[in-house]
């Protein structure tokens, strides 16, 4: 018969400082199947050391190690942890059950990583046969510790495995726990199961078919008790009937033949993704607060992204109808002027004023004006039925309604005609309207008063956008000459604005018109300069939405750090979750678990947690936009596209920052993990 397991001058040494400690030294040892092994030794004889060794949950410093003749020194983490969870079992002394999982769970849990398709069958055969088939949905604090070690040892055998190993599986236990679970293993050594148990106690050592005794990380002594073929008679513990069942125990991979690298293939399929979501969404969900808290960063992150950029957007869209308003490709000409010796504006002289036919002289001169009005403004008390309204008048040619793209809210637009009469009709603003006119007054035909001047309105302008300090609604819209030679006595105009029939004849357009208007004028030379100033409204128009664009960047960019600090967030409390979680850690890498199944695991967490604050960051932002549009009377717009891009850049934070805390976890060794306190 060949050994299952041998061991050839196998060595572990702890560096101690400057010191060496040998835990095992030269150690050679085989393990026939079906034998049943107890190791004994005082504290600190290496006894656990060495199981841990034979289990592959530790690795010798010196020496050989065959499983089936096959040599695995060269075997990777992955690789033993493969061959860990096909071929040994383990049952650990301080029982090792993954807390806030029930009973059945903790059986099934190597299962998750081995793939095999008796499990569920086996779990419910073992939980029938250990006495547990009505505590399986019980939580593990819920169990005695009889009980706790039977779930082990289930779980132990959930993958039919050919090798048990036993630290101290009666350590923690009272007389009649232990007597039930010595029975209970020596029962599964009938069944053909290897087993190789730990145990300080020596009663408990006679029990077993062979006995090796370790003093000082040497073997001491190593004695056969009883033949391997020997069978334990078990009918003086009344073996029940279910635990006949565990002879129906079965592998789909009990029979695979081990060799060196026949484990290196081996990946998890895409649809095991479903498999470790299950597995991090119970985790997440059995950890309430701290899961809350992970989530709780991110949603405001992306309830800030949301938010921000909507208000943002909503500032843009403002501005740009404000700036449309104003019209498209509009230049306006006001007179110039020079600054003295004392630093005082002064007007350059009658050569720079404006008169209302020089409007009518550049559109016939230059051919890129589209449209011009001349325009003059002044105060004006508007009075009407008793109420009097103090606000400001504005004379105009018809054209200029159309350059600024002004809408009637009923009513027409005075004509030409009329303003060569210097007729008194005028057209009212939305807050004149309101300030002298009730809701249900109809305003067109009525006779107000202007400045104690009797005017018909003949229109109501619809709301116009912008104006900054201004409300550009608080205006009485009236003929150019009317305004000029019966309400305000002027010769002059204030400005002329003008629309330029492309875009891109605005600046050639601007200097056009001052030089054609400078020689109709003949200016002087010297005065030329400073004769007229033009402004550019489209550049103004420009400027306003790279500057609008550049804040909203600035607000995506605030709103982006809140992600990235609720990022943060995350890998400190998954860092956190590592440290706690350390032996679960270690107990998954020792029922199979290889380090990209346990890197994947927190991974899924972390982004589990991110989705989960992106959508609800998402739900929080919009609702937070919609208060304030609704309460608040904001300006906002809901763009799709932040929508996408906070979300993805959630789950993209998700990633980013539970990738170190994964990668910790993954890396951590099983035997070192399983000891961390």
Do not use: C
Not at 72 to 88: P, V
């Amino acid at each position: 018969m060949k050994p299952i397991i041998s061991v050839k001058n196998i060595s572990k040494i702890y560096q101690m400082g400057p010191q060496q400690l040998r835990a095992i030294d030269d150690v050679s040892l085989d393990i026939m199947p079906r034998d049943f092994i107890a190791v004994m030794g005082p504290s600190g004889s290496g006894k656990s050391t060495l199981a841990h060794i034979l289990a592959l949950l530790d690795t010798a410093s010196e020496g050989e190690y065959f499983f089936n003749e096959t040599p695995i020194g060269h075997f990777s983490e992955d690789e033993l942890a493969i061959l860990r969870r096909k071929q040994i079992g383990f049952i650990f002394q301080q029982f090792n059950l993954l807390p806030r999982m029930t009973a059945f769970d903790n059986i099934i849990l190597p299962a998750f990583y081995s793939k095999n398709k008796y499990a569920t069958d086996n779990a419910h055969i073992l939980l029938d046969s250990v006495g547990l088939s009505d505590r399986k949905l019980h939580m593990t604090n819920e169990l005695s510790g009889g009980q706790q070690q039977r779930v082990a040892i289930s779980r132990a055998l959930v993958n039919a495995p050919r090798v048990l190993f036993a630290d101290e599986p009666t350590g923690n236990l009272d007389s009649k726990s232990e007597s039930e679970i010595i029975q209970l293993l020596q029962f599964l050594n009938n069944q053909g199961i290897t087993i190789i148990m730990v145990t300080h106690e020596n009663h408990i050592g006679h029990l077993a078919k062979r006995l090796i005794k370790l003093k000082d990380g040497k073997i001491d002594s190593d004695e056969r008790l009883r033949s391997i073929g020997e069978r334990y008679n078990l009918d003086q513990i009344q073996a029940s009937e279910d635990q006949v069942q565990i002879k129906a125990l079965k592998s789909s991979f009990k029979d695979e033949v081990v060799s060196e690298g026949s484990f290196s293939s081996f990946t998890t399929p895409i649809f095991d993704f479903f498999e470790h979501l299950v597995q991090s969404f119970k985790i997440l969900v059995s950890h309430k607060m701290r899961t809350f808290l992970s989530i709780l960063g991110i949603l405001i992150g992306v309830a800030a992204v949301v938010s921000m950029m909507a208000i943002g957007k909503g500032a843009q869209d403002e501005i740009q109808e404000q700036l449309a308003r104003l019209g498209t490709n509009l230049l306006i000409l006001r007179p110039g002027f020079r600054v003295g010796a004392d630093g005082v504006r002064q007007q350059v002289g009658a050569a720079g004023r404006l008169l209302p036919q020089d409007g009518d002289f550049l559109k016939r001169a230059v051919p890129s004006i589209k449209r011009i009005s001349p325009v003059t403004r002044g105060s004006a008390q508007i009075s009407y039925d008793g109420l009097n309204w103090p606000s400001s008048a504005e004379g105009v040619w018809p054209e200029y309604f159309e350059m600024r793209g002004f809408d009637l809210a009923d009513g027409r637009i005075f004509t030409q005609e009329e303003n060569a009469n210097r007729a008194l009709v005028a057209i009212i603003g939305k807050t004149v309207r309101e300030s002298l006119f009730s809701d249900n007054a109809d305003p067109i035909g009525q006779i107000i008063k202007i400045n104690r001047i009797n005017f018909q309105v003949i229109g109501v302008l619809g709301p116009i956008g912008g104006g900054g300090w201004r409300d550009p609604n608080d205006s009485v819209f009236i003929p150019l000459n009317t305004a000029m030679r019966r309400l305000f006595g002027e010769d002059y105009v204030d400005r002329f604005e003008i629309e330029i029939s492309d875009y891109s004849l605005m600046d050639f357009a601007e200097h056009e018109i001052i030089e054609t208007l400078s020689d109709q004028k003949r200016v002087p030379e010297s005065l030329r300069q400073d004769a007229f100033r033009v402004t550019n409204l489209a550049e103004i128009q420009f400027a306003a939405e790279q500057s609008n664009r550049t804040m909203s960047f600035l607000l995506a960019a605030i709103a982006s750090i809140s992600l990235i600090v609720g990022g943060i967030g995350i890998m400190n409390i998954m860092l956190v979750s590592v440290t706690e979680r350390t032996r679960e850690v270690g107990l998954r890498k020792a029922i199979g678990a290889r380090r990209f199944d346990i890197l994947f695991q927190f991974l899924i967490e972390s982004v589990l947690v991110s989705l989960t604050g992106g959508i609800l960051g998402v739900l929080f932002g919009l609702m937070t936009v919609f208060g304030l549009s609704f309460f608040g009377d904001w300006t906002t717009s809901i763009s799709y596209i932040s929508i996408v891009l906070a979300f993805t850049f959630s789950v993209f934070v998700g990633i980013v920052f539970g990738i170190y805390p994964a990668m910790k976890a993954s890396k951590l060794k099983p035997i070192e993990a399983l000891r961390f306190e």
